[in-house]
Each structure stands twice: as C-alpha cells, then as structure tokens.
C-alpha cells in the first residue's frame, strides 16, 4: 500500500504557515488567527514542516565549533560552556592544533572580560598560544598562577605571556620570576615571602577568571611531571595522580590530589582555584582524555575549550561513568 499523497494546497498552506514563522517572526498565535485554526494546530504544521523536509533550519556559525558535541559534553558534565573545534579543524598537528584551540580561547576572553576582572593565567604552550591571539582585552589585572619550568624556551615562559596579555588591554601584569618545581619546603617558603611574588599570591584571592591547560600525568603531557625525576613521578602516579591543572594535581575522580609535591611549587592552590567564579580549561587531543574527564569531574572548570576526537571519547567515559 503506497504512503498518503500529500496535497499541494495543505504543503502551500504549511510553507504559509512556516514562511511567516520563520521569515517575518510572527507568533504561532497570530498565524492561527489568520488561517482560522487553533495555536496546536500551526505547531504541529510547523513540527510537521521540519520532519517532511519542507523547512530545514541550518547553522552558519562565524567560528569552527561543533555545536551538538559541544552541547553534549557541556550537559554530560554540568558546565556552563563549551566549545569543541569542529572536526575539519581538529584534523591538524599538534602545533596547529594548540593554535587553533589557543584562538578560541583568546576570542572568548576577549568576550567575557570587563574592566572590574581579575585575570589569571596558568604556564601552558595553549595559554601562551591564546596570549598570542589576543588583541582586544579590557583595562584589568593579569595575575600568573604559576612559576615558570625549568628548561623552557623563553617564548613558552608564563612571565612573558602574563606581561603580553597585560599590555594589550594596558592592564598591570603580576608575573612570578621563580621556578615552577622548587627542591624543598624551605625555598619554597622563602621564595613565597619575597615582595614581588607576595604581591601576586595576594592577587589569587581576588581572581574572577583564570584560564587553565589540562595536563596529564605522564611524560611530555604535563608541566609538573616533566619538572620532577622518574622517581618522583613514579611515587605520585601510584597515589592517583591522573590530572594536573597549574601544577595542582587530582585523581581520576576529581579529587584534589594531596602529595609532598603541594609544598614545594610556587602556584595557586586547590582551594583558591575553586573560589575561582569562571575557570576556562583548555585540554585537547585524545591521549588527555582521561585527564579532561578527571579535571572535570572536580567541579572547578566551569569553560572547556577541546577538540572532536578528545570530545569524543569523554563522552565515553561520561557515559560509561556518569559524572555527579
């Protein structure tokens, strides 16, 4: 039995009905004013419109962003935005890759911030890349959250980045001129005292956004892990350490990872990231899955900014463990 022919004065009627819906912005209740039928019926002509093909509704968004798989992972895990690189865009080496990520980041800071902002900036290659790209910021702080790697090339260094950022929107810069990983408690204590670097761990209570990179723990993927010996590493890794977001570590769950490492790295703590009222986390490639699902499972990123492939598999393991 072949399917009901659809007449063309009911398919005329419903491109009518869609055309004043859609085009010139008319309620549903004034349609079914003028054709003499009740506001159900011009919704379900509407709903019908799109089912059969006869208005298809497209997105032409000005920015590469996957918005299904953004909006999906964003629910998965309760945030209040994200923004997954399409998959055309995703398909790019590394670099490239922290380029393209880095120029989300910068354009959505530049959306966010105000003058009354106090900004800080985690060490990372896609920080320093989204410092980069930024070139229109408001007149506000920027605070580094962290002390600098040893070892790195002085383009990748945090002190030049925070000093960058600020000079864009003439904003004063807060930088920290020590060392990431320090050899004890004692330095670190000492270090912590001396005037320039009080003043920036003065700042930390004051933060209204920082903006973060997702590491995870394992070589090349972390700028904490990179900085410690094997053994060091090793001891962490078999307490849990599965994430590390500004030298701060968690486990796969979420949990604020308490090591003998806390007491000797000069950079905000766990805490203080919390209190944090947006935190926007740049983590992409798959490898760092795992970390991203842990990074978001602690509460504290409220903005992820990823790619398809790392998307992907998060919404596996969201999936196959619902976060809380």
Same mark, same amino acid.
């Given at each position: 039995m072949s399917a009901k022919k659809i007449r063309m004065t009911d398919t005329i009627t419903a491109a009518s009905i869609a055309?004043?819906?859609?085009v010139q912005g008319r309620s549903k209740l004034e349609i079914a004013d003028e054709f003499g039928i009740s506001r159900f019926k011009a919704a379900r002509i509407l709903a019908a419109a799109q089912e059969t093909g006869l208005v298809r509704i497209e997105f032409?968004?000005?920015?590469?962003?996957?918005?299904?798989?953004?909006?999906e992972v964003r629910a998965a895990y309760g945030l209040r935005?994200?923004?997954?690189?399409?998959?055309?865009?995703?398909?790019?080496?590394?670099?490239?890759?922290?380029?393209?990520? *880095?120029?989300? +980041?910068?354009?959505?800071?530049?959306? %966010?911030?105000? =003058? $009354?902002?106090?900004?800080?900036?985690?060490?990372?290659?896609?920080?320093?890349?989204?410092a980069e790209a930024v070139d229109s910021l408001p007149k506000c702080p920027i605070v580094q959250l962290c002390g600098v790697q040893a070892g790195m090339d002085m383009r990748d260094?945090?002190?030049?980045?925070?000093?960058?950022?600020?000079?864009?929107? *003439?904003?004063? +810069?807060?930088?920290?001129?020590?060392? %990431?990983?320090? =050899? $004890?408690?004692?330095?670190?204590?000492?270090l912590r005292k001396q005037p320039g670097?009080?003043?920036?761990?003065?700042?930390?209570?004051?933060?209204?956004?920082?903006?973060?990179?997702?590491?995870?723990?394992?070589q090349g993927e972390s700028t904490v892990y990179d900085a410690l010996s094997p053994s060091e590493r090793d001891s962490i890794g078999r307490r849990g +350490?599965?994430?590390?977001?500004?030298?701060?570590l968690?486990?796969?769950?979420?949990?604020?990872?308490?090591?003998?490492l806390a007491h000797h790295v000069l950079a905000i703590t766990h805490e203080q990231l919390r209190q944090v009222p947006e935190v926007i986390a740049l983590g992409y490639t798959e490898p760092k899955a795992e970390a991203i699902d842990a990074v978001l499972r602690s509460g504290i990123v409220t903005t992820l900014i990823t790619d398809a492939a790392a998307a992907?598999?998060?919404?596996?393991?969201?999936?196959?463990?619902?976060?809380e």
């Open positions: 055309h004043r819906f859609y032409d968004l000005p920015v590469p962003v996957d918005l299904p798989m953004s909006d935005r994200v923004l997954v690189l399409n998959r055309a865009e995703s398909k790019a080496d590394r670099p490239e890759l922290r380029r393209r990520i *880095g120029s989300l +980041a910068a354009q959505l800071l530049a959306e %966010l911030a105000t =003058p $009354d902002d106090v900004i800080g900036l985690a060490w990372a290659r896609s920080v320093n890349a989204m260094r945090s002190v030049e980045t925070v000093g960058r950022v600020a000079a864009v929107g *003439g904003g004063y +810069a807060y930088p920290i001129y020590g060392p %990431l990983v320090l =050899p $004890d408690r004692r330095t670190t204590d000492i670097i009080a003043e920036t761990f003065d700042q930390f209570q004051h933060l209204t956004k920082a903006v973060v990179s997702i590491g995870a723990w394992r +350490a599965t994430a590390e977001i500004a030298a701060r968690f486990d796969e769950n979420g949990n604020a990872l308490s090591t003998g992907e598999r998060i919404l596996e393991l969201a999936a196959q463990r619902p976060p």
